[in-house]
């Protein structure tokens, strides 16, 4: 097809008009935007690198579920569209120097999203506006006399006219940059703030060395050099203009970070008790060989390199930390012709993980299918220990609350569950793979992975929790039918036990009448007057169907049968009774009543009279499936230790029942019914599986067949125990 050479498609017209613009810029300006857009991308870098932390802080700090999910949420945005917010922030930034040269500055309109004062703006964006404006003040007031000159450089090499608001490097319209790039970010207007107070940390606080270098390479090719210079802020003050309460990375990529003086007196501590511990990593060479100790940094190379080849979860109990980093220091060192040693601290911060994880693997409470996959964490734990030593000494951690996140969650793993489908085991395997591929020296990936796993597990909580509470509130409702049952079984016996009866008002009494009785009692409560007058229509109904030689009896009945009737109707109707059987009833006590008002003679015999019969048992309406599991024979003394331990559990707490020899059941106390006295015990799901009474549970106790689980920090437990050891083995010494 021929091509007619006066059609320009259209993303080559707009390709050759961005180069016509930059052609009709002066080289230098070139040149200062480049310089520009290098510092400003390193800043917009160390905002993303520091925004998981500050945003795990925030949810850490949260008053609930609902505003720690809020921040999780946020941190999974953030990640997800942090390259396109870099990117569409330096391209707006270098459009900016294009327009320039495209219309008279003086006269362009101000950033629509800053100076919008309608009265249409929401609440948010006004809040959002006044944030923008504090930050754009604090720069003008800190750094406006070096921004003064910069913009009266640019306006004299471009020779136009140019006001703050206009110059591509002023605090407007960087802060428009940024609030343009984040427009698509689903996140609510307080984590919005958040993250402008991290954009005026990382980047914003520096502008007083991007407007120093911009003026720096305008003077060095006579763009007014004969301008007073502005004076230099001190790296203190520099400090100043950030948030001072945003948290410091726990390391810098590719660096070893500084150990303030709280950590380092505590691994101070630590490696004091370390002491007699040294010497288990050293190559096998002689003697004499003089040792020289390694880097930290070639350290963690050798680790990253073993990190490949951690076994698989079958070889597990094979792989010795100490003895595989041993055995390449031994061939480092037979490579160099010199012994090659670990540096005494990183070998005591190898010997304390060695240690921890040897506790942590021992720990009863760590259910044994998923030791061998935390048992893969070794490495990148020891990874971090050696980059951040606050690992030991700071609980909010987040490789150390990952660690102890994971246990948490697996505290209610069941022996029997099925691996290869379970979501959290998948989960914990997907955390421990993410770490074993991609974890080299940046610990931020730690605090990815906390948030994610957190997210992950907070959703599986709530779906747990509500099932618990609908057993909860299904074993409470069951407890309140069993003492509503009880006292309507007494109210029974009360009114029949020993009298002499028709068998039909018996069985109704017993099977529809009890109905009344227990929907009253469950509605209204036993002393209620709904319930007192439904027990009075009973008595009414049992008397009118004797005989009596009162002389008025028969007055009494007649006058006494019109309400009853009512009364019996009402109360049968608001328990849905079968009408049919009402009907029947009905009849049947009509004929009773009937033969009643014939008042045979004393030695007579009434013709088809009713089938009479003695009530002498109890009735009992409990059903079989409905008592306790235990005897009520079994008794034991107040003061048994067992039931004093039972007395000690409160809900929430978990404990695991040996069923068999081979078989294990891990539960949780889900509730205590005080009424019945039953304790309900729930798997991790939320689902009940298995119901005790306090005695039973004391007698369980007794035999061995319940374990308390310790539910405490894993890590923390395990340190505790190292430190104990270590203490014990220098008293020794």
Request: glycine share 6%; aromatic share 6%; net charge negative.
């Amino acid at each position: 097809m021929h091509n007619d050479g006066n059609v320009v498609p259209l993303h080559k017209a707009a390709t050759d008009q961005a180069h016509s613009l930059l052609a009709r810029l002066p080289v230098i300006l070139l040149q200062v935007r480049d310089k520009a857009a290098q510092q400003l991308k390193q800043g917009l870098q160390e905002l993303f690198d520091n925004a998981d932390d500050t945003l795990f802080e925030m949810a850490d700090r949260a008053r609930n579920d609902v505003e720690q999910n809020i921040f999780f949420e946020a941190m999974r945005d953030l990640r997800l569209k942090r390259k396109n917010i870099e990117r569409g922030f330096l391209e707006q930034f270098l459009e900016a120097f294009l327009r320039l040269t495209q219309f008279d500055t003086a006269q362009a309109a101000l950033p629509r999203a800053l100076f919008d004062t309608s009265a249409s703006l929401s609440r948010d964006d006004m809040e959002r506006n006044v944030a923008v404006e504090g930050m754009v003040g604090k720069v003008l007031h800190r750094d406006g006399f070096a921004l003064d000159q910069l913009t009266a450089r640019l306006s004299t090499l471009l020779g136009k006219t140019l006001v703050e608001q206009h110059n591509p490097l002023g605090p407007t319209l960087l802060c428009e940059y940024f609030l343009q790039a984040g427009r698509n970010l689903g996140m609510e207007i307080k984590v919005k703030l958040i993250i402008l107070k991290l954009f005026e940390r990382y980047v914003l606080s520096n502008t007083d060395q991007l407007y120093a270098e911009a003026n720096q390479l305008l003077i060095a090719t006579g763009v007014l050099p004969d301008l007073k210079p502005a004076p230099t802020r001190r790296a203190a003050d520099r400090a100043a203009a950030g948030v001072h309460d945003a948290p410091a990375k726990a390391g810098g990529r590719c660096g070893i970070p500084q150990i303030d003086e709280g950590v380092q007196e505590v691994f101070a501590a630590l490696q004091e008790l370390l002491f007699h511990v040294r010497g288990s990593v050293a190559p096998t060479l002689e003697v004499s060989a003089q040792a020289q100790p390694i880097s930290t940094r070639d350290l963690l190379r050798l680790l990253s390199h073993l990190q490949q080849y951690v076994p698989a979860l079958a070889a597990q109990d094979d792989f010795d930390l100490r003895n595989q980093l041993e055995q390449l220091l031994t061939r480092v060192s037979v490579k160099s012709g010199k012994s090659r040693v670990v540096g005494v601290a990183d070998e005591d911060v190898i010997n304390l993980i060695a240690m921890l994880f040897e506790c942590i693997l021992d720990d009863r409470n760590l259910p044994d299918s998923l030791k061998a996959l935390i048992g893969r964490l070794q490495i990148p734990m020891l990874k971090v220990a050696v980059l951040d030593k606050s690992f030991f000494s700071r609980s909010s951690h987040p490789a150390r609350r990952l660690l102890n996140e994971i246990a948490a969650a697996a505290l209610g793993w069941g022996a029997c569950d099925d691996h290869e489908r379970d979501s959290l085991y998948l989960r914990i395997e997907q955390v421990v793979q993410r770490l074993l591929n991609d974890f080299v020296d940046d610990p931020a990936i730690f605090s990815e992975l906390l948030a994610d796993f957190l997210a992950f597990t907070h959703d599986e909580r709530r779906r747990s929790e509500l099932l618990e509470q609908r057993t909860r509130d299904a074993e409470e409702g069951r407890a309140r039918t069993e003492l509503a049952r009880q006292r309507v079984e007494q109210a029974l016996n009360q009114a029949l036990l020993g009298k002499i009866l028709p068998h039909s008002v018996v069985a109704f009494v017993q099977d529809a009448w009890s109905k009344v009785l227990l929907l009253t009692g469950l509605k209204h409560g036993d002393q209620s007057a709904e319930w007192h007058a439904d027990v009075q229509t009973m008595e009414q109904l049992i008397w009118s169907v004797q005989r009596h030689d009162e002389p008025d009896a028969n007055l009494r009945l007649l006058a006494l049968v019109p309400g009853l009737l009512k009364s019996l109707r009402e109360g049968l109707n608001s328990s849905a009774f079968d009408p049919f059987a009402t009907s029947e009833f009905f009849s049947e006590l009509e004929v009773l009543h009937v033969q009643l008002f014939e008042r045979p003679g004393r030695n007579s015999t009434p013709v088809d009279g009713p089938m009479m019969v003695q009530v002498q048992q109890e009735i009992v309406l409990r059903t079989a499936d409905e008592g306790l599991v235990e005897t009520a024979s079994v008794r034991l003394p107040e003061d048994d230790a067992a039931l004093l331990q039972v007395d000690q559990l409160r809900p929430g707490c978990w404990v695991e029942f040996q069923e068999d020899e081979d078989n294990t059941l891990r539960c949780k106390l889900a509730a205590i019914i005080e009424t019945t006295g039953k304790y309900i015990f729930v798997d991790r799901t939320g689902m009940k599986v298995l119901e005790h009474s306090r005695t039973g549970l004391a007698q369980e106790l007794r035999r061995g067949a319940v374990r308390m689980l310790d539910d405490t920090l894993l890590f923390d437990r395990a340190l505790e125990s190292v430190l104990g050891n270590l203490r014990r083995l220098n008293r020794g010494k």
